[in-house]
């Protein structure tokens, strides 16, 4: 079974910076190093972690929550089916998703973000990189996984789905399978996005990159289904002299 890494340190709250229009060429340069070495730091964290799963959700669900459960479920299913489960590395149903990996043997993954509130490492992962920037961590929760689980959750896990759809929608990324959890829970936004494609903002098939399900097999299965169709292993070697290790 993977080992656990040892939890980061509490994240002290920054302080608001205000719009203040261009900054220095200095303060630019530093800012793009920053992106620069988290990006590069996050390849070396991951790059080795196998093939992934990810599931997007709610930081706010408690364990005897319905959401909760099913995530936890996928999670275990995940591992069973040999991928790691890969999460935004919090509470809530990203903790659900990593403990049902973790419980079951599977490899457990969590890309966390540095926020002063709700989002702290949970305890399920035995791998996590804490992100200072959103939009690197969002790069490295899609650059591994093969399929994406979105269950109920809030502005973060809608900012999440419509990212990976996009970019599944206009061929940047492989199309993917993308499964939408809770029938109940997100008729609105279909119903939102079957307007869209009435009023032709979006094509009729763009609907068919989604499956909305409540069926925790029905969304393996199609899954599997992909996976089993499209999947190809690339062994990826170890460089000594870049001091990648186990």
Not at 114 to 136: G, S, W
Not at 218 to 223: L, N, P, V
């Amino acid at each position: 079974m993977p080992k656990r890494e040892k939890q980061d340190p509490i994240i002290p709250r920054k302080e608001h910076v205000y719009l203040e229009g261009p900054k220095s060429r200095g303060y630019e340069l530093r800012f793009a190093w920053k992106v620069f070495y988290e990006l590069i730091a996050a390849v070396r964290k991951l790059h080795f972690v196998g093939p992934c799963i990810t599931v997007f959700g709610s930081a706010r669900f408690k364990e005897d929550n319905e959401y909760y459960i099913s995530a936890r479920e996928f999670g275990k299913r995940i591992a069973e089916m040999g991928f790691t489960t890969l999460t935004g590395g919090g509470p809530g149903i990203m903790e659900a998703a990593n403990r049902g990996a973790f419980e079951n043997n599977g490899m457990s993954v969590g890309c966390n973000i540095k926020l002063p509130f709700e989002q702290v490492n949970n305890k399920y992962l035995h791998r996590f990189m804490t992100f200072e920037f959103f939009f690197t961590r969002k790069t490295m929760l899609i650059k591994y996984s093969y399929a994406f689980i979105i269950m109920p959750g809030g502005f973060g896990t809608m900012d999440e789905f419509f990212e990976t759809l996009t970019l599944i929608q206009t061929k940047t990324i492989t199309g993917f399978p993308v499964v939408m959890f809770g029938k109940a829970f997100y008729k609105e936004l279909m119903d939102a996005m079957h307007d869209m494609a009435v009023k032709g903002t979006i094509a009729e098939e763009d609907l068919n990159l989604v499956l909305l399900t409540d069926d925790v097999d029905e969304g393996m299965e199609h899954i599997r289904k992909y996976i089993q169709t499209n999947y190809k292993i690339k062994p990826r070697k170890r460089l000594w002299w870049l001091f990648e290790k186990r």
